[in-house]
């Protein structure tokens, strides 16, 4: 077992409970709320500029070329297909204004920024893993689209053929990093993804965050 799956299975509970997350079953039924995707989108567009700026880091740091260039390309279609995305989506959605970071998406802000300043491939690498694994396992369900391109670009951004390619060219790389790196730099990666992990479930939680305050009022005053 390479270190990527070791870690994997190290945090399986967490990971589980992201990929499984409410969020998850009703994006692919087509039937999350628009107030709960609005929060969701709007946050996560707060990532794209940090999470170029990381790849952007992993294309200074790999110490190979073949990654190099992979990830070098895998940034220009980040900085495309999914700015395009998070454009009409908020703009359908009725969201026309920068919004506030809540605590996890300010919690994986910063941890980006730790790893990008690292300077270190192994750290950014981990960081890279978690965020796309993550995402192609709970877009790779064997389900029928939902109808509305709201929902379903949003899957269909996350799995396919070359993202899984670009999932498995992270996992070849973070494992033979790791295999050749002492056991301090091995601790730090395992932290990392560690936390990347509870940050991503977090994450998938604080959409709901307003709707669960809300019946929670409900439940007061009844």
Do not use: C, K, N
């Amino acid at each position: 077992m390479g270190f990527a799956d070791e870690q994997r299975a190290a945090t399986a509970r967490t990971w589980d409970a992201a990929v499984g997350h409410r969020f998850v079953d009703e994006l692919w039924a087509g039937r999350v709320d628009d107030a709960v995707l609005a929060r969701y989108l709007a946050q996560d567009a707060l990532f794209l500029d940090r999470f170029v700026a990381l790849l952007g880091a992993a294309v200074a740091s790999a110490d190979r070329t073949p990654p190099r260039l992979a990830i070098a390309r895998q940034l220009g279609l980040v900085a495309g297909d999914e700015d395009d995305y998070f454009g009409r989506a908020l703009t359908r959605l009725g969201v026309t204004a920068p919004v506030d970071p809540l605590p996890p998406t300010q919690g994986f802000l910063e941890l980006m920024d730790d790893a990008r300043r690292s300077g270190s491939y192994a750290e950014v690498l981990t960081v890279l893993l978690v965020a796309e694994w993550l995402y192609l396992d709970w877009a790779s369900r064997p389900e029928p689209s939902p109808r509305d391109w709201l929902h379903a670009e949003w899957i269909d951004l996350h799995r396919g053929s070359a993202f899984r390619a670009w999932v498995e060219l992270l996992r070849a790389e973070t494992d033979r990093v790791a295999a050749g790196a002492d056991d301090a730099t091995r601790d730090r990666m395992a932290a990392m993804f560690s936390r990347a992990v509870d940050l991503e479930l977090a994450f998938f939680d604080a959409a709901y965050q307003d709707q669960d305050q809300d019946q929670d009022q409900d439940q007061d005053q009844d």
